[in-house]
T-cell receptor, first 110, second 115 residues
Framework: SQQGEEDPQALSIQEGENATMNCSYK?????LQWYRQNSGRGLVHLIL?????REKHSGRLRVTLDTSKKSSSLLITASRAADTASYFC??????????FGTGTRLKVLA | DVKVTQSSRYLVKRTGEKVFLECVQD?????MFWYRQDPGLGLRLIYF???????EKGDIPEGYSVSREKKERFSLILESASTNQTSMYLC??????????????FGPGTRLTVL
């Protein structure tokens, strides 16, 4: 089974609205990362939050981490059509191993 | 501009062929990874390497092997391609965890079809 499970699987919103997606995981982690993947392309790193952090911001992105619930959320504010992509969380529990979830497909309608 | 490149964007091979997928990074990263991505299954780790000539099995190594003769290059080998290896293959690299954050940098992917 997947360590990271994103929720929802798919999300469709209007331009200018906020998009929230969630990630749950099963084991203890060193850090949690969010990535974006445009259709048919490689993944691009968005933001990393360490296990001792609760919230982190980067531009229009806000990530929260609740280690007691083993969950994280990614908020994209004031979404744009260019934000249309799949978003993945990835957990790092060891030195080398990253476990990716199955992703949330976000569609932003102009 | 940091870069991970993969030898092909699209590849079509026949069952039983030996297939080589090449990945090159120009960031002097110690760690390199090969994943496959399938709908509904997300990314699954095939192999990773933390140094030249060093390799570790990931979650789904069966049917694959890897080679890392130089720091910048990590090759994935399908010894005898089968139709269930039709997939998107993604290469990534990163610094060690003790470095500046161990984010992964991905290549554009190779979409392999095995007929």
């Amino acid at each position: 089974s997947q360590q990271g499970e994103e929720d929802p699987q798919a999300l469709s919103i209007q331009e200018g609205e906020n998009a929230t997606m969630n990630c749950s995981y099963k084991t203890s982690i060193n850090n949690l990362q969010w990535y974006r993947q445009n259709s048919g392309r490689g993944l691009v790193h968005l933001i990393l939050i360490r296990s001792n952090e609760r919230e982190k911001h980067s531009g229009r992105l806000r990530v929260t981490l609740d280690t007691s619930k083993k969950s994280s959320s990614l908020l994209i504010t004031a979404s744009r059509a260019a934000d249309t992509a799949s978003y993945f969380c990835a957990t790092a529990s060891g030195t080398y191993k990253y476990i990716f979830g199955t992703g949330t497909r976000l569609k932003v309608l102009a | 501009d940091v870069k991970v490149t993969q030898s092909s964007r699209y590849l079509v091979k026949r069952t039983g062929e030996k297939v080589f997928l090449e990945c090159v990074q120009d960031m002097d990263h110690e760690n390199m990874f090969w994943y496959r991505q399938d709908p509904g299954l997300g990314l699954r780790l095939i192999y990773f390497s933390y140094d030249v000539k060093m390799k570790e099995k990931g979650d789904i190594p069966e049917g694959y092997s890897v080679s890392r003769e130089k720091k910048e290059r990590f090759s994935l080998i399908l010894e005898s391609a089968s139709t269930n290896q039709t997939s998107m293959y993604l290469c990534a690299s990163s610094t060690p965890a003790s470095g500046r954050g161990n984010e992964q940098f991905f290549g554009p992917g190779t979409r392999l079809t095995v007929l």
